[in-house]
């Protein structure tokens, strides 16, 4: 009688261990964000009449800059697929070392109006093959304009840009692109050239 119980016992356990193994575990899915196609990079030269030269990416669209204080040189390239810009302005500022300093210190003010959000700002030094120093500014965070830059001759032209993305869309999404575009820049800050001095 007792081995009985027992046997009923152990097949009561060895059952209820079946059924507690079919039950699926509960696993936490990661979080997901859209899938972004990326193009191969192309580019193709700048073909509009300005102080500057430089290749850019043939997705990009060269629009003249509509701003209300833009100038006769401040451009736009505008990415249609990524809704993002890269907004480009020049400066002649005709060997007058205080309007260059002005430049300048305007360029790092503008970039550290993100402090604010940004909690790192990383900023290096690019020597193009055409002798010209580019400053390049990093941002990370939640911010506007996640790369800045500026570049100078030091003498007469002064050459700023700031990627900005037009979509409320967070920047961890968007780190792909971000680098992407980041490479473009890079592509253009090397194949820049002022037009006064491409030999004829």
């Known amino acids: 009688m007792k081995k009985n119980k027992l046997f009923s016992l152990i097949a009561v356990l060895v059952a209820m261990a079946g059924f507690s193994a079919c039950e699926p575990e509960y696993t936490p899915k990661p979080k997901g964000y859209n899938r972004i196609d990326l193009p191969p990079a192309k580019y193709t030269v700048l073909s509009q009449p300005h102080p500057y030269v430089f290749e850019h990416s043939v997705y990009a669209k060269v629009l003249k800059d509509s701003s209300r204080i833009a100038e006769p040189h401040w451009i736009d390239l505008y990415y249609p697929q990524f809704d993002a810009n890269i907004q480009l302005t020049y400066k002649d500022f005709n060997q007058d070392p205080k309007k260059f300093n002005e430049l300048v210190e305007d360029a790092r003010r503008l970039t550290s109006r993100h402090q604010i959000k940004a909690y790192a700002i990383e900023e290096s030094q690019i020597k193009t093959p055409t002798g010209i120093t580019a400053s390049v500014f990093e941002l990370e965070g939640e911010v506007p304009s996640q790369f800045q830059f500026y570049l100078t ?36 800050l090397n194949t820049l050239h002022w037009s006064d001095q491409i030999k004829k």
């Open 153 to 188: 001759d030091s003498t007469k032209h002064f050459f700023r840009g700031a990627l900005y993305f037009r979509t409320a869309t967070a920047n961890d999404s968007l780190a792909p692109v971000i680098e992407y575009i980041k490479k473009d820049v890079v592509h253009l």
